[in-house]
């Protein structure tokens, strides 16, 4: 098995198959094996299966399909409930879920309706839509795990139908996969044209040749930008105003690659071909220009390391506040050049 280290040596060597839709995906099943990372609690259901994706039991295809699907159960059951409770929203909440015989299918129809325009209308983007998912099981495992992501990650979000009918950091990242599919599979204009009209619907530009991981969260997402080449690891969280950008015109690879589990805070920029290291959490408003260690905390404009963190995977946890310590530590430091300063 690879080393979960190879999330982002193995995209910088070039060695990527383009076989999986994630980014060594292997690597956030076998996880659950070790018990740092407590893979079974974060993802009670769709962490536990085989690392061969083609070996898992998605998706549920037809209403006859007999393999059990937790989560779309748990949204069906959401979206009756909120039936009941708000009857202006029946229709809705028919046509968006309950009409639906599958969580690929509900999660199709809720984007092409987001995304349509007069001249690619509703019907024309479910059919892609529709054409990418069903016959893809990376994007149906993704999608999933990032329900997950949203749900635990988020406090604002409650429950897996909000997430799928009502967050834009989820829906421009399922539209972001569909569009990855296309640029793999050729038809790169027409993924740049979902690219566009995404970014204009969610305004979250991710560059469809881009490579993301499963697990993610895109917390209020408004303002991400993510350049061709980069290339985010799976379990990593990146809120509101985050760049993963280039450093000039140079062509190739060029753009960051983020490890697994790293934890990416509000309006931070990491421009370059640089790696920022598996659990790393990059402070709010950080201007990252080199290499950030293994879970290490980088702050600052342009960032210094300034501590190791004690959590395993930062994006988990979401804790955003910078260590106590280190705070006492700046203070005591500024107090003693001030009074070596003075004349006693």
């Known amino acids: 098995m690879m080393s979960r280290r190879n999330i982002i040596l193995r995209e910088l060597n070039g060695d990527d198959d383009g076989g999986g839709e994630t980014v060594a995906s292997s690597n956030c099943l076998k996880s659950r094996e070790n018990s740092r990372y407590r893979s079974e609690k974060i993802f009670p259901i769709y962490a536990m299966g085989n690392s061969n994706l083609e070996d898992t039991p998605f998706p549920v295809h037809s209403a006859s399909d007999s393999v059990s699907d937790p989560i779309w159960d748990a949204i069906r059951a959401e979206a009756k409930s909120e039936t009941e409770k708000e009857p202006i929203l029946s229709s809705f909440l028919f046509a968006s879920i309950l009409s639906h015989n599958c969580l690929e299918r509900a999660l199709g129809f809720v984007l092409a309706n987001r995304l349509q325009d007069p001249t690619l209308l509703a019907a ?45 950091g989820y829906h421009s990242l399922q539209s972001y996969r569909v569009s990855h599919a296309l640029w793999k599979h050729g038809r790169k204009v027409l993924a740049l044209a979902l690219q566009s009209r995404i970014s204009e619907v969610f305004a979250v530009d991710i560059h469809p040749a ?68 598996e659990g790393a959490m990059i402070a709010a408003g950080s201007l990252v220009l080199k290499n950030v260690p293994p879970h290490c905390m980088a702050v600052g404009n342009p960032a210094k390391i300034i501590g190791l963190l004690e959590e395993e995977d930062p994006s988990l946890t979401m804790k955003h506040d910078v260590s106590k310590d280190y705070f006492e530590k700046l203070a005591i430091g500024s107090t003693d050049g001030k009074s070596n300063g003075r004349p006693t």
């Open 210 to 277: 881009a490579k993301i991981g499963e697990g993610i969260l895109l917390d209020h997402a408004t303002g991400i930008v993510i350049g061709e080449t980069a290339v985010v690891g799976n379990k990593v969280s990146l809120m509101q105003g985050v760049t993963l950008g280039g450093t000039g015109k140079e062509v190739g690879d060029r753009h960051p690659k983020i490890g697994q589990g790293a934890l990416i805070g509000a309006g931070a920029t990491i421009l370059g071909n640089i790696i920022v290291g």
């Open 124 to 168: 024309q983007i479910l059919d892609i839509f529709d054409n990418v998912i069903m016959n893809d099981r990376g994007i149906q495992h993704s999608i999933r795990l990032d329900l997950q992501a949203f749900k635990d990650r988020d406090p604002a979000c409650a429950s897996y139908s909000w997430a799928l009918l009502y967050l834009k």
